[in-house]
């Protein structure tokens, strides 16, 4: 898209018609067909959350995380108290279609002046990754910013961090750099990959998510007919999704 020019000769940026803050997030649930994310509550949630997570024995989960492994319930209990003594970040309790707390996501770097909010610190047990509950959790933050009038939605990770980055592209993200040195995380250099999805782009985008999430795209054994991969894909490049 050209450039405006302003009166002065100089290539300005498009204009944004009425534009009003958006507004910020609500410590309110979000309600799915297989999952529900709540205020994250260390009183409700810690405990399920410690033990889902002692699944992965190896703490994978935490190699790219800015906060845990946690040794003791208790030391959990600690970092989830402060986490939740804040408005910024926002950090969700996903709960499995049995009530049972599975994982954390959060809003974080909330800007409603300029429309601008990221999803992090999103840790899925075992018991929720791969799962079509773990998408539907995505794909019901994505939906509340951009119903709060965001502009922009953004998610960062750690370059090295492939399957991050490979949930970013899946989920329909676009990938707009490499930030160098961006951080010092656990003692290691962090350079940061940043990715974007914009209002604009969002209404192909839910249409993609909820074709893919409707009942009808899995068979009697839970086997995805179409891929969401190909369906994002395609609603941001504007051409047909893949059967």
Not at 39 to 44: G, I, T, W
Not at 161 to 187: C, H
Request: glycine share 8%; hydrophobic share 40%.
């Amino acid at each position: 898209m050209t450039a405006p020019i302003n009166s002065i000769g100089q290539p300005v940026g498009q204009p944004v018609p009425d534009w009003r803050p958006a507004r910020f997030p609500a410590r309110g649930p979000m309600e799915g067909k297989r999952c529900r994310l709540e205020p994250l509550d260390p009183r409700a949630h810690a405990v399920e959350l410690f033990w889902a997570n002692a699944v992965d024995a190896e703490g994978r989960n935490w190699t790219y995380l800015p906060y845990g492994p946690f040794a003791t319930l208790e030391s959990y209990c600690d970092w989830m108290q402060e986490a939740c003594s804040k408005p910024d970040p926002l950090f969700f309790a996903v709960m499995s279609g049995n009530g049972r707390a599975v994982g954390v996501a959060s809003f974080m770097r909330i800007d409603p002046g300029n429309g601008c909010i990221e999803v992090g610190g999103i840790n899925f047990s075992p018991a929720l990754q791969r799962t079509v509950a773990a998408t539907e959790a995505m794909y019901l933050m994505m939906r509340h910013v951009f119903e709060l009038g965001y502009r922009r939605y953004e998610w960062k990770c750690d370059a090295l961090n492939g399957p991050s980055r490979n949930a970013a592209r899946r989920l329909g993200f676009r990938l707009e750099g490499i930030f160098r040195q961006a951080a010092v995380v656990k003692g290691r250099n962090r350079d940061t990959a940043w990715h974007s999805i914009l209002d604009s782009e969002w209404p192909a985008l839910r249409a993609a998510f909820e074709q893919w999430l409707d009942s009808s795209n899995f068979d009697k054994d839970g086997r995805q007919r179409a891929r969401l991969s190909d369906l994002t894909r395609a609603a941001i490049q504007g051409g047909p999704a893949t059967p």
